[in-house]
């Protein structure tokens, strides 16, 4: 390629300067995006009082869960723990394919004879690859068989706003 005139130059090299300038900002874009980890006070922009992050969430799974059906969005029918205990094993998940995109919340809801929900767990929120192997139950069950659901509310990451949510049923075995 042959320069003959000043003019020529000096566009080529405005060109490559604005190419490298979008490159920079988007590799700065790119580290900021994969270095974010939000801090434990993000509030739900909706009003009601903030949600923060759960404090319970974690990277790796622990080698002393016993529970063996893991909580996931979908095909989570049953679960089972121990009479009398309030605190229980559990994998809550929320996907890594939801990096940054949502959050999730999970709400373990006991179905009452009148057809109301009692909650029995709620978390706060939990990021995308995070999971929750350990929740403390409002209160413990007595042996039985019980009706209930888990609920998800997702939230998007740009503004905190809550999205449609996600109710499974399940059976809750006490043995």
């Keep these: 390629m042959n320069f003959d005139s000043k003019r020529d130059k000096k566009l080529l090299l405005t060109v490559i300067a604005l190419l490298l300038l979008a490159m920079l900002t988007d590799l700065l874009l790119c580290v900021l995006m994969l270095g974010y980890k939000p801090s434990g006070d993000v509030t739900s922009s909706s009003g009601g009082g903030g949600i923060g992050f759960d404090p319970d969430v974690s990277d790796e799974r622990p080698g002393t869960v016993t529970q063996t059906q ?26 890594e394919e939801n990096f940054g995109l949502y959050y999730l919340t999970f709400e373990l809801r006991l179905r009452l004879d009148n057809g109301e929900y009692e909650t029995l767990y709620k978390s706060g929120l939990v990021g995308a690859g995070k999971h929750i192997y350990q929740i403390t139950l409002s209160h413990a069950l007595s042996a039985g068989e019980y009706s209930g659901e888990l609920f998800i509310q997702p939230y998007r990451m740009s503004d905190m706003s809550p ?13």
């Design 70 to 95: 893991s909580v996931s969005v979908a095909g989570f029918s049953k679960l089972t723990m121990p009479p009398d205990a309030d605190t229980i094993a559990i994998d809550l998940y929320n996907p």
């Design 163 to 175: 999205t449609n949510t996600v109710t499974g049923n399940l059976t809750i075995i006490v043995k």
